[in-house]
């Protein structure tokens, strides 16, 4: 049974309190039943990627779920997928608090959280419990811990661990809190971490997709360069993008003061462009997972054309409610019929 408060409700209260805290109470109620309940299956919203098909292109990003607690309420949603983590091997408690910010008057969140979480054993734990209850696609987003000076041990002792319970591997080289993360982006850092992750991975019985998570802030040289080491070493998947450490003048200043990455609607034109322009580079040939600044149907329809095979969110549900999968999916299909195609993966990289 689930019990469902309407949003309009619950947004007031919740937003009134830190952001950190209405997340932890968030993530209560849905693992106590207090979330909506939307079953999508329209076949058009089918989605073939990394060997499994996924019921629509609708997932929730990294940072929600970041100890895989709500997979169940947040499928039951009508989310076509969700991508829990970022996990690091042992658990962590991130940078002190308030870090966490929003901005009502524009859509948009800075955080600075820095991978707080309960590390993989707790982690281990939550995902054996919801695997056997569900299928459903989950992807594994992983990082590593603050301390560690030799990055590609974090990435591939998660992998060769959670492999049982992953669709596929984020590898998150772009978040921008934790000190020197970024780098890894590098071509010179980047090909053998891939090569070590890929390793790790065949290694193991199920063989998840390996996906890499970039940042939006890379200049069109970097990403170039990016590309041809994402082709060369034949990268399953790319995530475009995480937040970014812009801050444009639309923002009022005491929020645009604040340290972290921005997320949210002030994302969407650099997160789209970023994604026609790997589509482009990468000739459509790698499946790219289009995420930044996407809240209705228009922006994911337009960031599928761009080039993305499917799209995920999350700064959207703050500030417009967990309906959210179910409102740009009905819109989706309204937008493919006008446009006369037959089915959601038709219309990736068409905008080209
Ligand atoms: C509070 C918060 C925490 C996040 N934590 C993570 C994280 O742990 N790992 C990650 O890869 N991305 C994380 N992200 C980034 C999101 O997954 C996403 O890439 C980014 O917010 C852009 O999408 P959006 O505009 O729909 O939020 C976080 C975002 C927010 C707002």
Do not use: W
Request: with cysteine; glycine share 10%.
């Amino acid at each position: 049974m689930t019990l469902n408060i309407p949003f309009k409700y619950a947004k007031p209260v919740l937003h009134a309190l830190d952001p950190e805290a209405a997340h932890g109470i968030g993530i209560k109620g849905m693992k106590m039943g207090f979330h909506p309940t939307h079953k999508i299956d329209d076949p058009r919203l089918n989605t073939m990627l990394f060997r499994q098909i996924f019921s629509n292109p609708v997932g929730l990003a990294a940072g929600f779920d970041k100890n895989a607690e709500v997979i169940a309420p947040i499928l039951k949603m009508g989310f076509g997928f969700t991508e829990v983590g970022t996990v690091t091997p042992l658990p962590q408690i991130g940078n002190p608090r308030p870090r966490v910010f929003r901005d009502t008057a524009n859509d948009c969140v800075i955080n600075r959280m820095g991978f707080p979480n309960y590390g993989y054993g707790i982690f281990l734990k939550n995902i054996q419990k919801t695997k056997k209850l569900m299928g459903g696609i989950i992807g594994i987003n992983v990082g590593m811990n603050k301390e560690q000076t030799e990055p590609a041990e974090d990435y591939c002792a998660l992998i060769k661990r959670l492999a049982p319970f992953a669709d596929y591997f984020t590898v998150n080289i772009s978040s921008p809190n934790t000190p020197g993360l970024r780098n890894l982006q590098a071509p010179e850092n980047l090909s053998p971490l891939i090569q070590a992750v890929k390793k790790t991975r065949d290694e193991t019985e199920n063989k998840p997709a390996i996906l890499i998570k970039l940042a939006p802030d890379l200049t069109p040289q970097e990403q170039e360069e990016i590309a041809n080491v994402l082709i060369d070493e034949k990268i399953d998947g790319i995530i475009l993008t995480n937040t970014t450490l812009a801050r444009p003048d639309i923002l009022p200043q005491n929020f645009a003061n604040e340290k972290g990455g921005l997320s949210g609607a002030i994302l969407t034109k650099k997160s789209n462009d970023i994604t026609r322009n790997f589509y482009k580079l990468t000739k459509g040939q790698i499946p790219i997972i289009g995420v930044g600044g996407i809240s209705n149907a228009e922006d994911a329809y337009e960031r599928i054309k761009s080039g993305a095979s499917v799209i995920q969110l999350y700064t959207a549900m703050i500030f417009k409610g967990p309906d959210i999968a179910k409102d740009i999916n009905k819109g989706l299909l309204s937008l493919l019929e006008k446009d006369g195609f037959k089915s959601i993966q038709e219309a990736v990289g068409k905008g080209h």
